[in-house]
């Protein structure tokens, strides 16, 4: 629509027009084309221009009269071709928008409003904010906030209960929800890890990483974690890296970065990671523990002390801190400062699995044979989906007690976990020594068809050879230790028993060479005694690494004894606490200690100390236990999810 017009017929043609008129034709333009500026409610009119020559008052009147009457007439039509500010929440629906469109068209035609109303119209359909419908779909479909942490609390029980399918269920949906947020990405990786899914965990904190906008410091440490596992040694610093890039004050990025150097060799990296750890993180449980490890293995003990009470102090709660202290302890044969430690141990965390068990089989191995077996089953009853606990009691039950009541304990560990290949060994070692061979080379075999490229695998091979050396079978032995040896080729007894066999076949010069070549190859890290190397796990301390860090003054050169599943077959996450001939004042203990058990375990877990063996009896009924399969093939080292048992 054009704002001004021309005074004659024959200026149209011209591409330029005059704003004002002259004056002889002004009066009768000015009832035409009054001069509009559309507002809320008023209307401003350019005043009449008047010439010299002055017209009368009845034809002045009259010109305004009629410009009043089309100031009315252009409003109206201004108004209906006036295009209205949209609000996106009060967009009408495509019907009602067809509606007003069909009315449109029977006024006469599409005009320029028109078009540009259907084309905001198309826009709108492709953002949500502009769809009422989607939005109020969206705001009533979407749980609360407060929804994510129950929802990750339950799978988080269904993990630890190995109701793996129902858990990623859940964390895919808080994941639809709320993707934003990481902890839904970390958990159901670590749920893809257990089941051996490697690619699809990757997937998960690769989609993490991205969805955080790389923000999320514990989506790069878990992956990291994976990465480690699996020998990707360079992808996880990358990825230890860019969880310390995404917060400085990430402990356990740190600290992981450390021990994989610390694995590698690199003592200079380790120490200078650790170093900013305590920077940015200050005091920390875990930095301290590690130290005190480390001056525990170049023997300065009063320092470790010292680092072990800082560890404590920072938090009272860390079980992993007062078992490990316990272990160096024992080392030097301090029971009774030992056992004091365990108590505390258990009382920071009453339901801590590894505590019970670790204090359960250092109380055999002292000679209270009861008291172990009445630790173990107090662990059991607070975790009874731990076969660990279960593994270590049917031994102390073959040893002390009979071979069928181990095979039901046994039985019952293989039943919760299928895939711990200690429980399979320790089974299979039970029946050799029971004179049942067909048995054991069954439950040997069963082992390794779990995952043949384990620690795990490796000393069932070692024990298998010892199976067969026995029984005269020297062909099938030295392949087996070979086949051992090839998982893991720093087996100090290992390669010993086979070179025992050699001697004992009267092939002394081969006999020396296999021990030359355990000499040679053997992988030593040397560095000064200020600064030693450790092996922990990134949260939960690996308490084998313990004993291989405090088990110094044991002689590195030994005749290879025959194969017992306490002394090989250590579990990922414990150790098992060889006997010591040390002092110890028997029942003076007890009451120097003034801790009372069956009262803690009264007040505290709300169990019966008589009624143990009855919760022990209770847990066999096999309708309890649920069988879960799993992927045949596992590619990378397992978790570190087990414990030591006893010799």
Known sequence: ??????????????????????????????????????????????????????????????????????????????????????????????EEVGDVAGSGAGDGGVNSSGIIDATLNEFAKKMPMF????????????????????????????????????????????????????????????VLSKQSKVAEARTIYAKGSQATQGENPYIWQCWAVLENKLGNIGKARELFDASTVADKGH???????????????????????????????????????????????????????????QATKCNPKSCASWIAWAQMEMQQENNLAARQLFERAVQASPKNRFAWHVWGIFE???????????????????????????????????????????????????????????????????????????????????????????ESAARCLQAWGVLEQRVGNLSAARRLFRSSLNINSQSYITWMTWA?????????????????????????????????????????PALDRIKQLLNLEKSSYKEPSEYSPGDNESTDDEASVGPYSGLYVG??????????????????????PDQLDVLLEKTSNPSVVRKVNYPRRRIFRPEDKTAATLA
């Open 131 to 190: 769809e009422p419908e989607r939005m109020e779909s969206s705001s009533v479909e979407k749980p609360l906030t407060v929804n994510l942490d129950l929802a990750l609390y339950k799978a988080k029980i269904l993990t630890k209960n190995f109701r793996y399918q129902e858990a990623e269920e859940i964390l895919e949906k808080c994941i639809d929800y709320w993707p934003e947020d990481g902890r839904p990405y970390v958990a159901l990786g670590k």
């Open 251 to 309: 402990i356990a990025a740190w600290h992981g970065w450390a021990v994989l150097e610390l694995r590698q060799g690199n003592i200079k990296k380790a120490r200078q990671l650790l170093a900013k750890g305590l920077k940015f993180c200050g005091g920390n449980e875990y930095i301290y523990q590690t130290l005190a490890l480390l001056e525990a293995k170049a023997n300065r003990y009063e320092q470790a002390r010292n680092l072990f009470r």
């Open 500 to 540: 025992q066999l050699e001697e004992d076949q009267g092939n002394s010069v081969r006999a020396e060479e296999i021990r030359n070549l355990y000499f040679q190859q053997r992988t030593e890290v040397v560095d000064d005694v200020s600064w030693v190397m450790g092996f922990m796990d990134i949260i939960d």
């Open 364 to 454: 055999a191995n002292m000679g209270f044979i009861d008291k172990g077996k009445k630790l173990l089953k107090i662990g059991h009853a607070v975790n009874p989906r731990d076969p660990v606990l279960l593994q270590s009691l049917a031994l102390l039950e073959y040893k002390y007690s009979t071979a069928n009541l181990a095979r039901k304990l046994f039985r019952r560990a293989s039943e919760i976990d299928p895939r711990h290949q200690p429980v399979w060994i320790a089974w299979g070692w039970m029946e050799w020594k029971e004179g049942n061979l067909d048995t054991a080379r069954e439950l040997y075999q069963r082992a390794l068809s779990i995952d043949s490229t384990t």
């Open 1 to 94: 629509m054009n704002l001004f017009t021309t005074t004659t017929s024959s200026s149209s043609s011209k591409s330029n027009f005059n704003l004002f008129t002259s004056s002889q034709n002004i009066n009768k333009h000015i009832s035409k084309f009054p001069f509009i500026i559309p507002c809320k409610t008023t209307h401003l009119t350019l005043p009449p221009c008047y010439s010299q020559q002055k017209s009368s008052h009845n034809t002045k009147t009259e010109a305004v009269k009629n410009a009043d009457v089309g100031i009315e007439e252009k409003e109206d039509s201004f108004n209906k071709d006036r295009l209205v500010v949209r609000r996106p929440v009060k967009e009408l629906s495509d």
């Open 587 to 608: 029942n003076d203990l007890e009451s120097a200690s003034g801790f009372d058990l069956d009262d803690f375990i009264r007040n505290k877990l709300n169990l019966d």
